[in-house]
């Protein structure tokens, strides 16, 4: 991005970029009040027959690394997902990942648990954190739309 924004206007733009590329797949996608933890996002079928809850994370720095909290690791459901976003610049498209939240589960925990194994660049023991970070280098979930079941 060419203008430094802060995160919480980060954060708002892709709750909005993502609503509207649910709205352009026919999907109804609604955003939920500031005040729901966990969810950005309620989107469903063109009917209400089915349903599904969005956590949004966006970054503003267009790598594929978004972070997370320790939550992430048992915030889970088959209904719940993931979209990440990475913006790109005013001129570009932003890139979206998109991930089934037992996935991110999954993920989170084990990277964790792996970094916690290593050490300080001084030797000693890494201390435990609320941070988590979820990465897709390889772009497994790039535009994975139809992993979203509706």
Partial sequence: MNKKLESTLVGVAGEYLVAGEL??????ASITL???RGIDIIASNA????SVSIQVKTNSDGKKSWIL?????SFYSSNHYYVFVALQGLEQRPSFHIVPSKIVAEYTHSSHSEWLKGKKQDGSNRKDSSIRKFNDYENKYLEAWELIQL
């Fill in 69 to 73: 909290n320790k939550k992430a690791e």
């Fill in 34 to 36: 500031r005040n729901s």
């Fill in 23 to 28: 709205t352009l797949r026919g999907y109804i």
């Fill in 47 to 50: 009917d209400g027959s089915s």
